[in-house]
């Protein structure tokens, strides 16, 4: 899956648990990207969310598995390889703590469970603590709630056609 798809997984899983939350429209509350202005976009009395999606050294991921197969005379190889991911989910409002913890809660549950396996991303279930970090802004204090999932990904890289062999000559003679 390409970093933008498992981006947009990771957005409508936080929507569907902390959706109710934050105000709407959710895409103006749940975000991947900062305001490029460096200054909050939104009030402190806003509850939103950043997700922060990086790979993670993990000696899981460095594994690469290989299946060599025959299509149309000749042979394609197939990598798959799993990729450990972090998930920073930075939370700033008044109920910024409410909504990393009912994050970390709710990942455990059947129907989200469902909907990161139907794209072969699966939480790895070490259940990390929130951490409370608040914000020095403009002379105020802003409440922000930092929590970090780890999830693991199946990765296909693009099949590779690797040829085929036309002939053998083989030469040699019997031994006794």
């Known amino acids: 899956m390409e970093?933008?798809?498992?981006?947009?997984?990771?957005?409508?899983m936080t929507e569907a648990i902390v959706g109710n939350v934050v105000r709407k429209p959710a895409a103006k509350y749940i975000r991947y990207k900062y305001p490029v202005d460096g200054k909050p976009d939104w009030r402190i009395t806003d509850n939103i969310v950043f997700l922060n999606l990086s790979e993670r050294a993990?000696?899981?991921?460095?594994q690469n598995d290989s299946i060599y197969q025959t299509e149309g005379g000749t042979?394609?190889?197939?990598r798959g390889r799993t990729r450990v991911w972090d998930v920073l989910f930075t939370a700033y409002g008044p109920e910024s703590y409410e909504?990393?913890?009912?994050?970390?809660?709710d990942v455990f549950t059947e129907p989200i469970k469902a909907m990161l396996g139907k794209h072969a991303v699966?939480?790895?279930?070490?259940?990390?603590?929130c951490r409370q970090i608040p914000e020095l802004y403009a002379g105020k204090w802003w409440n922000?709630?930092?929590?970090?999932?780890?999830?693991?990904?199946?990765?296909?890289?693009?099949p590779e056609d690797v040829g085929h062999i036309e002939s053998v000559e083989l030469t040699g003679g019997a031994a006794r």
Do not use: A, C, G
């Open 3 to 12: 970093y933008n798809d498992l981006t947009k997984v990771i957005w409508d």
């Open 58 to 62: 993990d000696p899981y991921s460095q």
């Open 75 to 78: 042979v394609v190889r197939r």
């Open 99 to 105: 909504m990393v913890n009912k994050i970390r809660d």
């Open 122 to 129: 699966f939480l790895i279930p070490d259940l990390p603590t």
């Open 144 to 158: 922000r709630w930092d929590l970090t999932l780890h999830f693991n990904e199946w990765y296909e890289s693009p």
